[in-house]
């Protein structure tokens, strides 16, 4: 019997005041603001914040202790309490099977799972849960068998609370981890989310609250680091972001009400975390959802409908909306069709919520609502595959979509607004039509600029002048997210003008925008920033250092300084961050990638092979991984093999122009000149303004002695870059070339 547990001392800060240092407010704890606000206290107890964790006790632990079984793909674990404490008996490291102390609940309702002590300051979220209505023991994945070396198991990174989780559970968490022995020191003021979870450190309250009412000075706010009264809606709402929302961190949240992209990345409207409507798929909590809505344009808060401190809801069913909207107008079957009783029983056809709040389960029982408020939409169901309210939450999913779309069409009219749905979906298809409209989008001041900076990723996809001019006028955006964006999507080979067109941003007022700033400028010669634009740029740069060191218990932060490095001409450094990504998760095949183009440009090519050949089969679906072998065997004198792994690569994407641009060439070289020509016409189709693959085709075509086809080419490259020389060479070029010779 193994029994894992560390101190909690070494896990938790106690809650009492501290000493302040030079003037900065220090966090005091939940328990010095009762006294004063009493109400407000009182409302937050037994609050969803309140029992966002907890110490493991008879009064926390809500599941089932008694020697209760459960067993999942073959593995059988126990519960089991003694001496006061809880134990799971279940698959650990390696698979194998011993006994885990639990030292903390996390969560109430409608789950409650339970954290377990690891070495190295780590605690891990047991992949059993308790589901608290149903009084059951559940597994996290169902459907899935996770075998212990699988990212995902409750052993591993996905289910570590340091890094995952306890940044929204906690008050004042500072992570602590140290890369170099890969192991954390995790603190924490409150042990739950507490009133300086949102107010700030609140030290300089609590002394300002102590001084007499009369002689007390007028302070700004009371002493409160973060007012939330008389601030902005959108302020306000940014209050709540920090937690309720799928994002990237940058760092400890010091709880001080800084601009929210000081502190992390939002996530855009990404395929995988949302439909291409903007619809939630993956769990991506309420923010992204909240900033594509209506509400949010109309200065609507998160606290106009929930208690700030209870967190519940102010008002049950359809009258909480009619807070603000008419009863008259919409409350009414002339406006949702749907009748409060059907066949006699109560109908909830008529909530609003059912229409415009569709909720969607995670962690299997946890059923969230999509705060962006949206119209049903089955026509849009019909176009591009998203889900409609009609079809979902068990309304009328036995009906076919079509029934749904005649039934809107007859009580609202055929017209349709446009949705940028139809944009995304197109842009995720890789249509090459879509250009226009993704710059439109993205150039659209009235849509959210959630909306917006997705376009402008999305945009990376298509190169060319619109697309360029569109991300280089964000970024002169007021807006930080579309100027972070548009950094990280804008191509310019150009260093000068890359410098030229970014080192201004190296000291934007904006964190996320210095830090991408940064990351593109890592492989400018020095030469091309001025004296002053060197100095941003080594401040950003440790910055950015500082920011990745945050989070280098994850892989992608190892390679995202492998990246830096390698752009840096660090190449030593770059394969010592790789391997480290590596290390964490020998998956991450981006990093592997990444490495074998390092150790391909070191002539490494064996190795870099062999990785790329690992890439290839664990993610036969990822098409670079066969496009840059074929690369490297092209340069390794394997010609043939190098041909079936660009045709691979074709296959998996078939709108991949670059796959078809080499296989083209490459098939030229070994004579197969029909094959050569299907490639490189193919690559044509999909970059038709390409200047590259103009040339190769014409290029080919003046070989075979087709003039005409040649001639037709050189044509299309004046009418799409009349400024390049080379299509007016080319067509002379054809022009003075002898006509082939007759055939017999």
């Not at 004296?531 to 945050?550: C, G, K, N, V």
Request: charged share 25%; proline share 7%.
């Amino acid at each position: 019997m193994i029994v894992l547990a560390i101190p909690l001392s070494l896990l938790r800060r106690p809650s009492a005041p501290l000493e302040e240092a030079d003037d900065r407010p220090t966090f005091v704890g939940t328990a010095a603001c009762r006294d004063c606000h009493q109400t407000a206290y009182d409302g937050w107890r037994g609050s969803d914040h309140d029992l966002a964790m907890a110490e493991a006790t008879d009064d926390t632990v809500l599941g089932d202790f008694d020697n209760a079984e459960f067993e999942h793909f073959g593995v059988r674990s126990q519960f089991s309490k003694r001496d006061g404490k809880f134990f799971i008996w279940t698959d650990g490291p390696g698979g194998e099977l011993a006994e885990f102390e639990v030292a903390y609940t996390f969560g109430h309702d409608p789950l409650q799972q339970y954290l377990i002590p690891f070495p190295g300051g780590r605690l891990q979220a047991s992949h059993l849960a308790w589901d608290v209505p149903r009084q059951r023991w559940f597994h996290l994945y169902p459907d899935q068998e996770i075998p212990p070396d699988d990212w995902l198991h409750w052993t591993r990174n996905a289910q570590n609370w340091n890094g995952m989780c306890a940044e929204c559970h906690s008050t004042n968490l500072i992570k602590g981890y140290d890369p170099e022995s890969d192991s954390y020191r995790t603190t924490w003021s409150d042990i739950d989310v507490g009133c300086e979870a949102c107010h700030g450190p609140g030290s300089r309250h609590v002394a300002w609250a102590g001084i007499p009412p009369m002689a007390r000075p007028d302070t700004p706010d009371t002493g409160l680091v973060v007012p939330t009264r008389d601030i902005e809606p959108a302020a306000l709402v940014e209050l709540c972001a920090p937690c309720h929302s799928r994002r990237a961190e940058l760092g400890d949240y010091d709880h001080t009400g800084l601009t929210l992209l000081d502190h992390m990345v939002p996530s855009l409207l990404a395929e995988g975390l949302y439909h291409a409507d903007g619809q939630i798929l993956d769990e991506v909590y309420v923010y992204g959802s909240f900033l594509q809505s209506k509400m949010y344009t109309r200065d609507v808060t998160c606290s106009d409908c929930h208690d700030s401190h209870s967190l519940a809801l102010k008002k049950e069913g359809n009258e909480l909306c009619l807070q603000c909207h008419q009863r008259e107008v919409y409350d009414t079957s002339d406006h949702h069709f749907h009748k409060k009783v059907h066949e006699g029983a109560p109908s909830d056809g008529a909530l609003c919520v059912k229409c415009h709040m569709v909720e969607q389960p995670y962690m299997v029982i946890d059923w969230r609502a999509d705060h962006s408020y949206r119209v049903p939409r089955p026509d849009l169901s019909v176009e591009i595959g998203t889900p409609n309210a009609c079809s979902q939450g068990g309304c009328h999913d036995d009906r076919p979509i079509q029934w749904s779309v005649e039934a809107h069409r007859k009580w609202y009219g055929q017209a349709r607004r446009p949705h940028y749905g139809t944009t995304f979906a197109a842009a995720r298809a890789d249509d090459p039509t879509v250009r226009g409209e993704l710059v439109r989008l993205a150039d659209n001041g009235l849509q959210p600029a959630l909306v917006r900076a997705t376009a402008l990723g999305l945009l990376e996809r298509y190169p060319g002048e619109a697309a360029t001019s569109s991300l280089r006028s964000a970024l002169f955006s007021d807006d930080p997210l579309l100027r972070h964006t548009a950094i990280r999507s804008l191509a310019v080979p150009d260093p000068a003008e890359r410098a030229s067109l970014l080192a201004p941003l190296l000291s934007d007022p904006i964190r996320a925008v210095r830090l991408a700033s940064v990351s593109q400028l890592a492989g400018v010669p020095r030469e091309n920033l001025k004296s002053y634009q060197q100095a941003a740029f080594d401040r950003a740069l440790e910055e950015y250092r500082q920011t990745m060191a945050y989070s280098l218990d994850f892989a992608n932060s190892g390679m995202n300084l492998g990246n830096l490095y390698a752009n840096l001409g660090q190449p030593n450094d770059a394969e010592r961050y790789y391997r480290l990504a590596l290390q964490i998760d020998d998956l991450f095949f981006p990093a592997k990638m990444n490495l074998a183009v390092l150790l391909s440009g070191q002539g490494r090519n064996p190795e870099a092979e062999t990785l790329l050949r690992q890439v290839v089969r664990d993610y036969p679906e990822n098409p670079d991984a066969p496009y840059s072998l074929g690369l490297l065997l092209v340069e390794m004198g394997r010609p043939d093999e190098a041909v079936d792994e660009l045709r691979r690569a074709v296959t998996i994407e078939p709108r991949n122009a670059r796959a078809h641009y080499n296989l083209g060439l490459l098939l030229q070289q070994l004579g197969r000149v029909e094959e050569a020509e299907r490639a490189l016409r193919g690559a044509a189709e999909l970059q038709p303004s390409s200047l590259d693959v103009l040339y190769a085709l014409a290029d080919h075509y003046l070989k075979r002695g087709q003039l005409e086809d040649a001639a037709e080419i050189a044509e299309r490259m004046i009418a799409a870059h009349p400024e390049e020389r080379i299509g007016h060479d080319l067509r002379k070029l054809v022009e003075n070339s002898p006509p082939p010779p007759a055939m017999n």
